[in-house]
Protein backbone atom coordinates (compact mmCIF):
# COMPACT_ATOMS: atom_id res chain seq x y z
CA UNK A 1 0.00 0.00 0.00
CA UNK A 2 1.52 3.06 -1.04
CA UNK A 3 0.63 5.72 1.85
CA UNK A 4 2.29 9.35 0.11
CA UNK A 5 0.49 11.86 0.26
CA UNK A 6 -1.97 9.81 2.69
CA UNK A 7 -4.86 12.36 4.35
CA UNK A 8 -7.45 12.72 6.19
CA UNK A 9 -9.81 12.97 2.60
CA UNK A 10 -13.44 13.65 3.15
CA UNK A 11 -16.00 15.48 5.66
CA UNK A 12 -19.30 12.53 5.18
CA UNK A 13 -19.27 12.27 1.18
CA UNK A 14 -17.82 15.32 0.27
CA UNK A 15 -14.31 15.82 -0.35
CA UNK A 16 -12.32 18.41 1.78
CA UNK A 17 -9.55 19.27 -0.75
CA UNK A 18 -8.59 22.91 -2.14
CA UNK A 19 -7.71 23.07 -5.34
CA UNK A 20 -4.08 23.81 -4.18
CA UNK A 21 -4.37 20.02 -2.45
CA UNK A 22 -4.63 18.74 -5.38
CA UNK A 23 -1.84 20.42 -7.12
CA UNK A 24 0.42 19.36 -4.35
CA UNK A 25 -0.99 15.54 -4.01
CA UNK A 26 -0.01 15.67 -8.19
CA UNK A 27 3.22 16.82 -8.32
CA UNK A 28 3.94 13.74 -5.89
CA UNK A 29 3.08 11.25 -8.31
CA UNK A 30 4.27 9.40 -11.42
CA UNK A 31 0.73 9.12 -12.64
CA UNK A 32 -2.50 11.28 -11.63
CA UNK A 33 -5.63 8.87 -10.30
CA UNK A 34 -8.90 10.23 -9.26
CA UNK A 35 -11.10 7.96 -7.49
CA UNK A 36 -15.42 8.18 -8.25
CA UNK A 37 -17.65 6.85 -5.94
CA UNK A 38 -20.98 6.30 -8.03
CA UNK A 39 -23.95 5.34 -6.28
CA UNK A 40 -27.75 5.45 -6.59
CA UNK A 41 -30.99 7.11 -4.82
CA UNK A 42 -33.33 3.40 -4.70
CA UNK A 43 -35.42 1.81 -2.06
CA UNK A 44 -33.81 -0.63 0.51
CA UNK A 45 -36.19 -1.74 2.38
CA UNK A 46 -37.92 0.35 5.65
CA UNK A 47 -34.75 0.50 7.47
CA UNK A 48 -31.56 1.25 5.22
CA UNK A 49 -31.92 5.03 3.10
CA UNK A 50 -32.39 5.14 -0.31
CA UNK A 51 -28.91 6.56 -0.34
CA UNK A 52 -27.43 3.37 0.46
CA UNK A 53 -25.36 2.43 -2.43
CA UNK A 54 -23.80 6.14 -2.49
CA UNK A 55 -23.42 6.07 1.50
CA UNK A 56 -21.29 2.61 0.90
CA UNK A 57 -19.38 3.92 -2.16
CA UNK A 58 -18.67 6.75 0.19
CA UNK A 59 -16.90 4.64 2.26
CA UNK A 60 -15.06 2.64 0.13
CA UNK A 61 -13.41 5.91 -2.30
CA UNK A 62 -12.94 7.62 1.20
CA UNK A 63 -10.83 5.37 2.95
CA UNK A 64 -9.08 4.26 -0.15
CA UNK A 65 -8.38 8.42 -0.49
CA UNK A 66 -7.08 8.33 2.95
CA UNK A 67 -4.30 5.31 2.29
CA UNK A 68 -3.83 6.37 -1.66
CA UNK A 69 -2.19 9.46 -3.05
CA UNK A 70 -5.73 10.19 -5.04
CA UNK A 71 -8.32 12.59 -6.15
CA UNK A 72 -11.12 11.95 -3.94
CA UNK A 73 -14.45 13.46 -6.62
CA UNK A 74 -17.50 13.89 -5.11
CA UNK A 75 -20.55 11.01 -5.71
CA UNK A 76 -22.82 10.40 -8.89
CA UNK A 77 -25.62 10.05 -6.69
CA UNK A 78 -28.59 8.86 -9.42
CA UNK A 79 -27.94 6.07 -11.47
CA UNK A 80 -29.39 2.77 -13.07
CA UNK A 81 -32.24 1.52 -10.31
CA UNK A 82 -35.18 0.88 -12.77
CA UNK A 83 -35.27 -2.68 -11.14
CA UNK A 84 -36.91 -1.18 -8.01
CA UNK A 85 -39.17 1.20 -9.82
CA UNK A 86 -42.24 -0.39 -7.56
CA UNK A 87 -41.06 1.76 -4.59
CA UNK A 88 -41.79 5.75 -3.86
CA UNK A 89 -38.29 7.48 -3.56
CA UNK A 90 -36.84 5.33 -6.45
CA UNK A 91 -35.19 7.98 -9.18
CA UNK A 92 -33.07 6.41 -12.44
CA UNK A 93 -31.05 8.19 -14.80
CA UNK A 94 -31.02 5.81 -18.56
CA UNK A 95 -27.45 3.82 -18.81
CA UNK A 96 -26.73 5.84 -21.89
CA UNK A 97 -26.73 9.36 -19.12
CA UNK A 98 -24.68 7.31 -17.36
CA UNK A 99 -22.00 6.26 -19.76
CA UNK A 100 -22.06 9.60 -20.63
CA UNK A 101 -21.39 11.17 -17.77
CA UNK A 102 -18.82 9.03 -16.55
CA UNK A 103 -16.47 9.53 -19.69
CA UNK A 104 -17.52 13.37 -19.26
CA UNK A 105 -15.80 13.25 -16.00
CA UNK A 106 -13.20 11.12 -17.37
CA UNK A 107 -12.24 13.34 -20.67
CA UNK A 108 -12.41 16.12 -18.33
CA UNK A 109 -9.91 14.78 -15.69
CA UNK A 110 -7.46 14.14 -18.60
CA UNK A 111 -7.38 17.94 -19.73
CA UNK A 112 -6.63 18.68 -16.03
CA UNK A 113 -3.61 16.07 -16.72
CA UNK A 114 -5.32 13.47 -14.55
CA UNK A 115 -4.85 10.47 -16.59
CA UNK A 116 -6.31 7.32 -14.75
CA UNK A 117 -10.18 6.92 -13.44
CA UNK A 118 -11.16 4.64 -11.08
CA UNK A 119 -15.04 4.09 -10.92
CA UNK A 120 -15.97 2.97 -7.44
CA UNK A 121 -19.34 1.32 -8.25
CA UNK A 122 -22.00 0.96 -5.19
CA UNK A 123 -24.54 -0.58 -7.14
CA UNK A 124 -24.95 -3.71 -8.82
CA UNK A 125 -27.57 -2.88 -11.02
CA UNK A 126 -25.05 -0.44 -12.89
CA UNK A 127 -23.95 -2.69 -15.27
CA UNK A 128 -22.93 -0.14 -17.86
CA UNK A 129 -20.15 0.84 -15.74
CA UNK A 130 -18.12 -2.42 -17.03
CA UNK A 131 -19.25 -0.85 -20.38
CA UNK A 132 -17.90 2.70 -19.65
CA UNK A 133 -14.14 0.86 -18.42
CA UNK A 134 -14.17 -1.92 -21.39
CA UNK A 135 -14.58 1.06 -23.78
CA UNK A 136 -11.83 3.42 -22.41
CA UNK A 137 -9.68 0.71 -22.41
CA UNK A 138 -9.98 -0.02 -25.67
CA UNK A 139 -9.28 3.93 -26.62
CA UNK A 140 -6.10 3.37 -25.00
CA UNK A 141 -7.38 4.84 -21.74
CA UNK A 142 -6.45 4.37 -17.98
CA UNK A 143 -9.64 3.33 -16.47
CA UNK A 144 -10.64 0.70 -14.08
CA UNK A 145 -13.95 -0.47 -11.89
CA UNK A 146 -13.76 -1.10 -8.22
CA UNK A 147 -14.26 -3.55 -6.59
CA UNK A 148 -15.00 -6.81 -8.75
CA UNK A 149 -16.41 -9.43 -6.93
CA UNK A 150 -13.61 -11.35 -6.06
CA UNK A 151 -12.28 -7.86 -3.93
CA UNK A 152 -15.93 -8.37 -2.15
CA UNK A 153 -15.82 -11.74 -1.65
CA UNK A 154 -12.50 -11.72 -0.40
CA UNK A 155 -13.58 -8.69 1.88
CA UNK A 156 -16.92 -10.55 3.23
CA UNK A 157 -14.71 -13.43 4.67
CA UNK A 158 -12.01 -11.95 5.95
CA UNK A 159 -13.92 -8.93 7.79
CA UNK A 160 -16.47 -12.57 9.25
CA UNK A 161 -19.45 -11.91 6.82
CA UNK A 162 -21.43 -14.65 6.95
CA UNK A 163 -24.37 -14.70 4.09
CA UNK A 164 -23.13 -15.18 0.24
CA UNK A 165 -22.83 -12.89 -2.15
CA UNK A 166 -25.62 -14.41 -3.70
CA UNK A 167 -27.92 -14.78 -0.41
CA UNK A 168 -26.57 -10.69 0.58
CA UNK A 169 -28.10 -8.88 -2.45
CA UNK A 170 -30.08 -6.05 -1.23
CA UNK A 171 -30.31 -4.26 2.10
CA UNK A 172 -28.68 -7.19 3.81
CA UNK A 173 -25.58 -7.92 5.73
CA UNK A 174 -22.83 -6.11 3.97
CA UNK A 175 -24.45 -2.80 3.34
CA UNK A 176 -25.99 -3.00 6.77
CA UNK A 177 -22.53 -3.57 8.07
CA UNK A 178 -20.81 -0.60 6.31
CA UNK A 179 -23.57 1.92 7.42
CA UNK A 180 -23.26 1.01 11.36
CA UNK A 181 -19.65 1.24 11.09
CA UNK A 182 -19.61 4.60 8.74
CA UNK A 183 -22.53 6.32 9.07
CA UNK A 184 -24.89 4.78 11.71
CA UNK A 185 -27.06 7.65 12.11
CA UNK A 186 -28.88 6.87 8.88
CA UNK A 187 -29.89 3.50 9.76
CA UNK A 188 -33.43 3.06 11.17
CA UNK A 189 -33.96 0.62 13.69
CA UNK A 190 -35.69 -3.01 12.47
CA UNK A 191 -32.92 -4.06 10.59
CA UNK A 192 -32.98 -6.37 13.16
CA UNK A 193 -35.50 -8.78 11.89
CA UNK A 194 -35.68 -7.62 8.30
CA UNK A 195 -34.23 -10.95 6.77
CA UNK A 196 -35.27 -12.28 3.27
CA UNK A 197 -34.02 -14.61 1.38
CA UNK A 198 -34.62 -14.87 -2.20
CA UNK A 199 -31.43 -17.10 -4.17
CA UNK A 200 -33.15 -18.00 -7.75
CA UNK A 201 -33.52 -14.53 -9.61
CA UNK A 202 -33.05 -15.44 -12.95
CA UNK A 203 -36.08 -13.68 -14.26
CA UNK A 204 -34.88 -10.63 -12.14
CA UNK A 205 -34.52 -8.20 -15.44
CA UNK A 206 -37.63 -9.13 -16.48
CA UNK A 207 -40.20 -8.81 -13.25
CA UNK A 208 -37.84 -6.39 -11.20
CA UNK A 209 -36.83 -7.21 -7.59
CA UNK A 210 -40.81 -6.80 -6.66
CA UNK A 211 -41.16 -10.10 -7.98
CA UNK A 212 -38.74 -11.45 -5.34
CA UNK A 213 -39.44 -9.70 -2.07
CA UNK A 214 -42.42 -7.39 -1.05
CA UNK A 215 -40.02 -5.70 1.81
CA UNK A 216 -37.34 -4.69 -1.15
CA UNK A 217 -34.81 -6.55 1.33
CA UNK A 218 -32.83 -9.40 -0.13
CA UNK A 219 -30.09 -10.55 2.56
CA UNK A 220 -29.89 -10.61 6.55
CA UNK A 221 -29.30 -7.30 7.67
CA UNK A 222 -29.82 -8.84 11.66
CA UNK A 223 -26.27 -10.19 11.20
CA UNK A 224 -24.68 -7.00 10.55
CA UNK A 225 -22.16 -5.32 12.97
CA UNK A 226 -20.07 -2.01 13.01
CA UNK A 227 -17.39 -4.57 13.54
CA UNK A 228 -18.12 -5.96 10.12
CA UNK A 229 -18.35 -3.00 8.37
CA UNK A 230 -15.28 -1.47 9.55
CA UNK A 231 -13.50 -4.75 8.27
CA UNK A 232 -14.79 -4.98 5.01
CA UNK A 233 -13.79 -1.57 4.22
CA UNK A 234 -10.45 -2.27 5.41
CA UNK A 235 -10.22 -5.61 3.25
CA UNK A 236 -11.21 -3.32 0.20
CA UNK A 237 -8.62 -0.60 0.71
CA UNK A 238 -5.83 -3.71 0.94
CA UNK A 239 -7.36 -5.28 -2.12
CA UNK A 240 -7.24 -1.53 -3.67
CA UNK A 241 -3.35 -2.05 -4.13
CA UNK A 242 -2.97 -3.85 -7.17
CA UNK A 243 -5.05 -1.31 -9.24
CA UNK A 244 -3.70 1.61 -7.91
CA UNK A 245 0.02 0.04 -9.32
CA UNK A 246 -1.47 -0.74 -12.21
CA UNK A 247 -3.07 2.80 -12.82
CA UNK A 248 0.17 3.86 -12.13
CA UNK A 249 2.64 1.91 -13.57
CA UNK A 250 4.45 3.23 -16.84
CA UNK A 251 3.13 0.37 -19.02
CA UNK A 252 -0.51 1.55 -20.47
CA UNK A 253 -3.36 -0.93 -18.84
CA UNK A 254 -3.85 -2.07 -22.17
CA UNK A 255 -0.58 -2.58 -23.61
CA UNK A 256 0.80 -6.42 -23.76
CA UNK A 257 3.42 -7.14 -21.88
CA UNK A 258 6.52 -9.01 -23.21
Avoid at 179 to 197: I, K, M, N, Q, V
Wanted: proline share 6%.
Amino acid sequence: MSGSGARPAAYGVMPADTTEDVRARGAGVSRQVAVLPVGSFEQHGPYLPLATDTLVACAVAREIAAAYPVHLLPPVTLSCSHEHAAWPGTVSISSVTLHAVVRDIADSLRRSGVESLVVVNGHGGNYVLGNVVQEASARGESMALYPAAEDWEEARQRAGVVTSLLTDMHAGEIEASILLHAHPEFLRPGHESADFTADDRRHLLTTGISAYTESGVIGRPSLASAEKGKGLLAALVENFEPYFRLLTSAVEPGTPRG
